[in-house]
């Protein structure tokens, strides 16, 4: 679970909310725009993380399973990020053409 907690200010949305016999709890307020799936994670005291998470489609998850490629494109964006680029010119004339 290590590096799962991004932020430590925690806002409480609701107090002492009691599950319903199927042992469900309603989360509509605690919900927001995050995402519209998560990751559970309990703790041996029963504290319990939802973390957001984006499906990846099937095609792309080869990306993940490949450390690395996934390494490298880690790299090349970070590279990118600290603005260490150069052009290389124009691809054009490799482009196919119909």
Same mark, same amino acid.
């Given at each position: =679970?290590?590096? !799962?907690?991004?932020?430590?200010?925690?806002?409480?949305?609701?107090?002492?909310?009691?599950?319903? @016999?199927?042992?469900?709890?309603?989360?509509?307020?605690? =919900?927001?725009?995050?995402?519209?799936?998560?990751?559970?994670?309990?703790?041996?005291?029963?504290?319990? !993380?939802?973390?957001?998470?984006?499906?990846?489609? @099937?095609?792309?998850?080869?990306?993940?399973?490949?450390?690395?490629?996934?390494?490298?494109?880690?790299?090349?964006?970070?590279?990118? @990020?600290?603005?260490?680029?150069?052009?290389?010119?124009?691809?054009?004339?490799?482009?196919?053409?119909?």
């Amino acid at each position: =679970m290590e590096g !799962v907690i991004k932020d430590t200010d925690f806002e409480l949305i609701t107090e002492i909310q009691r599950p319903d @016999a199927k042992k469900r709890l309603c989360l509509g307020l605690a =919900m927001g725009q995050l995402g519209v799936c998560y990751n559970i994670y309990r703790n041996r005291l029963g504290q319990i !993380v939802l973390d957001p998470v984006k499906p990846v489609p @099937a095609y792309e998850t080869w990306l993940f399973e490949n450390k690395e490629a996934l390494a490298s494109v880690k790299r090349g964006l970070a590279e990118s @990020a600290a603005g260490r680029t150069k052009s290389l010119g124009s691809f054009s004339a490799h482009a196919k053409k119909d």
